[in-house]
């Protein structure tokens, strides 16, 4: 699946399953620009890729401001838009509905909804008008799907990335540009490190094969995603979850 003369963009590429994209798509030989808002974890990523002419961005996916400055400077160094975008960005701020903060509602809509819209409307705009039939990728989740005690906020917006995807798919086909989801069940990094064991062991329980997934296995399912062997495929959400939620 190699990707040579490809340029990939990768938001929350600092770590998890972003750095696991970043690092997947460089070993395929893409170009890749790796963005977070921690620049010290998107430098981290960058060492670990192969020597090609990567680029590290510190970017805020939330504000527009942000993004369109995360652009420019890729069109400063590349003089064009990226082929491949995969929106990993994303936060949790559980907590039970009934007493779930306004402000913790809103902050993981903007991150994990309004940052994938914001994202995939600049970067596919730039395709558009740069004639690049280009494959962009969101990372929803499977609680998009089943719903999630205590991911009131984070369930409704992985259901809208689910949404989103869907919709981008038929808007921005006839430009050749294709837009897919990975719902991922639990895999083995930071953002679930913070369950606690016990609830980790049940959740466990519950998934037909037995274990937590790694980055690796969503980071494979982008690869194929971002490829020409996936060149009939879009608007798809691709189910990575060991089972779960089937
Ligand atoms: N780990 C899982 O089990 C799991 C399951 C389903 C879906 N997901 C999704 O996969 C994606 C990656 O998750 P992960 O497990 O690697 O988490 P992670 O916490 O390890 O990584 C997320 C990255 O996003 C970055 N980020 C957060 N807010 C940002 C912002 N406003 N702008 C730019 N970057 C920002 C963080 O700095 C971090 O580097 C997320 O969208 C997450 O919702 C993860």
Same mark, same amino acid.
């Given at each position: 699946?190699?990707?040579?003369?490809?340029?990939?963009?990768?938001?929350?590429?600092?770590?998890? #399953?972003?750095?696991?994209?970043?690092?997947?798509?460089?070993?395929?030989?893409?170009? %890749? #620009?790796?963005?977070?808002? !921690?620049?010290?974890?998107?430098?981290?990523?960058?060492?670990?890729?192969?020597?090609?002419?990567?680029?590290?961005?510190?970017?805020?996916?939330?504000?527009?401001?942000?993004? =369109?400055?995360?652009?420019? *400077?890729?069109?400063?160094?590349?003089?064009?838009?990226?082929?491949?975008?995969?929106?990993?960005?994303?936060?949790?701020?559980?907590?039970?509905?009934?007493?779930?903060?306004?402000?913790?509602? /809103?902050?993981?809509?903007?991150?994990?909804?309004?940052?994938?819209?914001? %994202?995939? *409307?600049?970067?596919?705009?730039?395709?558009?008008?740069?004639?690049?039939?280009?494959?962009?990728?969101?990372?929803?989740? #499977?609680?998009?799907?089943?719903?999630? #005690?205590? *991911?009131? !906020?984070?369930?409704?917006?992985?259901?809208?990335?689910?949404?989103?995807?869907?919709?981008?798919?038929?808007?921005?086909?006839?430009?050749?540009?294709?837009?897919?989801?990975?719902?991922?069940?639990?895999?083995?990094?930071?953002?679930? /490190?913070?369950?606690?064991? =016990?609830?980790?062991?049940?959740?466990?329980?519950?998934?037909?094969?037995?274990?937590?997934?790694?980055?690796?296995?969503?980071?494979?399912?982008?690869?194929?995603?971002?490829?020409?062997?996936?060149?009939?495929?879009?608007?798809?959400?691709?189910?990575?979850?060991?089972?779960?939620?089937?």
């Amino acid at each position: 699946m190699g990707l040579s003369g490809k340029l990939a963009l990768v938001t929350g590429g600092g770590r998890g #399953i972003g750095r696991a994209v970043c690092q997947i798509l460089s070993r395929e030989n893409a170009q %890749v #620009i790796v963005t977070d808002l !921690n620049l010290d974890n998107c430098n981290q990523t960058l060492q670990s890729l192969s020597q090609l002419s990567h680029l590290a961005v510190q970017s805020d996916v939330s504000s527009s401001n942000s993004v =369109k400055l995360c652009f420019e *400077q890729i069109l400063d160094k590349y003089k064009r838009a990226p082929d491949i975008i995969v929106n990993s960005a994303g936060i949790t701020k559980d907590g039970f509905l009934l007493r779930m903060k306004e402000q913790d509602f /809103d902050q993981v809509i903007d991150v994990n909804l309004k940052g994938t819209f914001l %994202v995939t *409307q600049t970067g596919a705009g730039l395709m558009k008008d740069q004639g690049i039939q280009g494959s962009i990728v969101n990372i929803a989740s #499977i609680v998009g799907k089943t719903g999630n #005690i205590g *991911q009131a !906020n984070y369930t409704a917006s992985k259901a809208g990335v689910i949404g989103f995807t869907k919709t981008a798919a038929k808007e921005l086909g006839k430009f050749g540009i294709r837009v897919n989801a990975v719902l991922p069940g639990f895999i083995q990094t930071a953002m679930t /490190d913070a369950v606690p064991d =016990k609830v980790k062991e049940k959740i466990v329980a519950e998934i037909p094969l037995g274990h937590l997934g790694q980055p690796e296995d969503i980071a494979y399912t982008c690869l194929f995603l971002a490829s020409s062997r996936s060149k009939y495929i879009t608007g798809a959400s691709i189910e990575v979850a060991g089972g779960l939620g089937v």
